[in-house]
């Protein structure tokens, strides 16, 4: 993967709009999930890639670094050959002179590779810096977006626990109000006081039965005075006065 690629993805999925996805999502919750999986494998293979290219980087500082030492170390070293060939020349000796000063144009040399090494290295890694800020920028952004994620999924999950939980409640209501239990109360109430009208139209009835004896009583009895005062006349007595 390229540090091109590994950008462009970091940098994509770090800009998703994750809010309109939602709403044109079937079932968000399923959608965050997916989406949780996706991050999460792509980010574990953006920080492989940028830890390699933050080692290649080290790498090449490294390097660099070593370039300018190199560099210096044979400046140093020229300086030496050249002032040793003076001290030569200075004892008529053009031969060792020579010599040494041969040995500062090797130094030389090597001290202008070194310095050309560094040279070159220095804006690759002065780019790659600016890359591996880039990518670690986008890293961090990913791994906000999803926490982000996760905080939606949660929210979802938990109002949709509610909303069950609530559906629950409003069946259990509903439930409730068809099987009303005051309904059944109401019927029994209303056969108990059928119950208590039938048994008060029997003691009514009974009264009326029984009065109706007391009268039959009555209407025997006047019966039988009409009777025996007959009777009494018939016999050539006198008719029974009433006590004043």
Do not use: C
Not at 54 to 72: K, W
Not at 130 to 135: A, I, P
């Amino acid at each position: 993967m390229t540090k091109q690629s590994i950008l462009g993805r970091i940098t994509q999925m770090a800009k998703a709009n994750i809010h309109a996805m939602l709403d044109a999502a079937e079932d968000p919750q399923k959608m965050l999930d997916q989406m949780i999986r996706d991050y999460t494998d792509n980010i574990a293979d953006a920080e492989s890639a940028i830890a390699q290219t933050i080692g290649n980087l080290r790498l090449a500082e490294d390097d660099y670094r070593e370039d300018l030492e190199d560099a210096q170390t044979w400046g140093q070293k020229a300086l030496a050959a050249s002032n040793r060939a003076e001290e030569l020349r200075a004892q008529d000796d053009t031969a060792g002179a020579e010599k040494f000063d041969k040995l500062a144009r090797v130094a030389i040399e090597k001290q202008m590779d070194a310095e050309s090494s560094a040279n070159t290295a220095a804006p690759a890694i002065a780019s790659q810096n600016e890359v591996v800020d880039k990518l670690k920028e986008g890293l961090e952004a990913m791994k906000q977006k999803r926490q982000e994620l996760v905080s939606r999924r949660d929210e979802l999950v938990a109002r949709a626990k509610a909303v069950q939980a609530q559906g629950q409640v409003q069946d259990a209501v509903q439930s409730i109000n068809i099987l009303d239990p005051t309904s059944e109360l109401s019927r029994f109430e209303d056969k108990i006081r059928r119950e208590e009208a039938r048994v008060r139209g029997q003691e009514e009835l009974a009264a009326s039965t029984l009065d109706a004896q007391f009268e039959e009583l009555e209407d025997l009895g006047q019966q039988t005075e009409i009777e025996a005062r007959l009777a009494a006349l018939k016999a050539g007595q006198q008719p029974k006065q009433l006590d004043s």
